[in-house]
């Protein structure tokens, strides 16, 4: 029997609290990135950001945050 890890998705929370992204871009883990802290580190690689809003963190791809 085995284990398969299936990892972890980050996903775009979009432009604002309304939009989704229009993209619906998510950060697919890599090999080797198995918690959310580490795709969240491959995401930043590729220019995602993370603001808090409202209260909460947003995920955002890399066009949700040049456009916010
Ligand atoms: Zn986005």
Same mark, same amino acid.
């Given at each position: 029997? =085995?284990?398969r890890?299936?990892? =972890?998705?980050? /996903?775009? $929370?979009? +432009? $604002?609290?309304? =939009? $989704?992204? +229009? ?7 890599? /090999? #080797?990135?198995? =918690?959310? *802290?580490?795709? %969240?580190? $491959? #995401?930043r *690689?590729d220019?995602?950001? *993370?603001?808090r %809003?409202?209260? *909460?963190?947003?995920?955002? &791809? +890399?066009? &949700?945050?040049?456009?916010?």
């Amino acid at each position: 029997m =085995t284990a398969r890890l299936i990892g =972890t998705e980050v /996903f775009c $929370d979009g +432009p $604002d609290d309304q =939009t $989704d992204c +229009p993209s619906s871009a998510a950060v697919r883990a890599g /090999f #080797g990135s198995v =918690t959310a *802290r580490q795709v %969240r580190a $491959d #995401g930043r *690689r590729d220019g995602w950001a *993370r603001r808090r %809003r409202a209260g *909460r963190l947003a995920d955002l &791809c +890399p066009s &949700c945050a040049a456009a916010s």
